[in-house]
C-alpha cells in the first residue's frame, strides 16, 4: 500500500514525521509530494498511490481519474469543497476529512486578524479594544466554538447564527443565539466568517448584509473567499469608511482592495489559519490513522461522499 501526502503548503516536520511513523508500523510506504508547482507533479504522485492525505490541495476529477489504484483521500482539515465528491464517488473514492482537528489554530489566528485590524494595523496610532464589544460567529461549527472560547477570555458579548443549530444548544455553552444571518450582522460590530464554501454559502455575505452592519465593524474572514461577494466588498468599503475587512484567505480583487483601502484591508500572503505544528499533528495524524483503519477494517466514519 501506497500512501502519499500531497501538500503544497507542507505540514510541519513533526506531523509528517508521525503520520510516517503510523504508515509504516502499519507495513505501508509513505510518498511525498510537498511544494509542488505544477500539475502534472500531482497527477504522476497519484497514479501508483492506493491513499492520499492533502490540504487545499485540487482535487478535481483529472487528479481523480489519474489515480487508478485511489481508494481513499483523506482532506486533513475541515473544508472538502477542493475535492470533486461527484467524481470521487464515480471513481470509487472514499474522501473524508478530519472535522475539529485545526479548529482552535484557525481561531486563534481569528483574534490575531481581529486586533490587528483594530490597532490600525500596528502603524503606532490608537486603536481601539475587544473588550465589551459584540462579536457575531457566523457560524457555531467547530471553529465557530473555539472562537466563542477564546472570545469570552477576551471579554466579549458572544453572538452566533447557525441554522443547524436550536437555540438551546447553543445558549448552554453561554453564546448568545440570534435568529437569523442578518440579525447577527446587524448586531454585532465584529464578525467572524466561520462557515464553508457551498452552493447556498458562496457570495452569501453581500452588500446588504455588511451595509447592515453597525458603526466601525470588522469582518474577519478565516472560511473561505467564495462566501464573500467580492464587488460588493468594495462597495461597502467605498461608502463605509468606518468598515475595515480582515482575512486569512487573499481575494481575487486584492490588488484592488490593497490599492483602494490599504488602511482598512489586509489579507494574509498564504492561508495561514490552520498553519501551527499542533494543528499540521493533530490533522495529519487523524488522517493517517483514519487511512489504516479504512484500509484494515473497512471504518468510513469520516466519509463526505456519497457511495
Ligand atoms: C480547513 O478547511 O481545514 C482550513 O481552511 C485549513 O486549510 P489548509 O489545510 O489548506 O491550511
Request: glycine share 8%.
Amino acid at each position: 500500500m501506497k500512501i502519499l501526502i500531497a501538500t503544497d503548503k507542507p505540514f510541519a516536520a513533526e506531523a509528517v514525521q508521525g503520520i510516517r511513523e503510523i504508515v509504516e508500523k502499519a507495513g505501508y510506504e509513505l510518498a511525498l509530494l510537498e511544494k509542488y508547482t505544477e500539475k502534472k507533479q500531482l497527477l504522476d504522485a497519484v497514479s501508483d498511490a492506493d491513499a492520499a492525505i492533502i490540504r487545499s490541495d485540487i482535487f478535481d476529477k483529472e487528479v481523480l481519474s489519474a489515480g487508478k489504484k485511489l481508494k481513499i483521500v483523506v482532506r486533513a482539515g475541515a473544508g472538502f469543497d477542493n475535492i470533486d465528491l461527484d467524481a470521487a464517488t464515480a471513481n470509487n473514492i472514499c474522501v473524508m476529512n478530519t472535522p475539529g482537528q485545526n479548529a482552535n489554530a484557525v481561531a486563534e489566528l481569528t483574534f490575531g486578524l481581529a486586533v490587528y485590524a483594530i490597532r490600525n494595523f500596528y502603524d503606532g496610532t490608537s486603536g481601539t479594544e475587544l473588550l465589551g464589544k459584540k462579536l457575531g460567529i457566523h457560524a457555531y461549527g467547530n471553529v465557530g466554538r473555539n472562537v466563542a472560547r477564546i472570545a469570552k477570555g477576551f471579554g466579549m458579548d458572544v453572538y452566533t447564527f447557525d441554522p443547524f443549530l436550536t437555540k438551546e444548544q447553543i445558549e448552554k455553552e453561554g453564546v448568545k443565539a440570534l435568529g437569523s444571518v442578518e440579525e447577527l450582522y446587524s448586531t454585532c460590530q465584529f464578525i467572524s466568517v466561520n462557515i464553508p464554501a457551498t452552493a447556498e454559502t458562496k457570495n452569501s455575505i453581500n452588500y446588504k448584509l455588511l451595509m447592515g452592519m453597525p458603526k466601525k465593524a470588522v469582518i474577519i474572514n478565516t472560511a473561505r473567499k467564495e462566501v464573500i461577494n467580492e464587488a460588493d466588498m468594495v462597495k461597502v468599503l467605498a461608502e463605509r469608511n468606518d468598515i475595515k475587512y480582515v482575512t486569512d484567505i487573499k481575494p481575487d480583487n486584492h490588488g484592488e482592495l490593497v490599492s483602494k483601502f490599504g488602511d482598512r484591508y489586509f489579507s494574509t500572503p498564504k492561508k495561514m489559519g490552520a498553519q501551527t505544528a499542533e494543528a499540521n499533528i493533530n490533522a495529519g495524524l487523524a488522517a493517517a490513522r483514519q487511512i489504516v483503519d479504512f484500509i484494515e477494517n473497512g471504518n468510513e466514519r469520516f466519509r463526505v461522499n456519497k457511495k
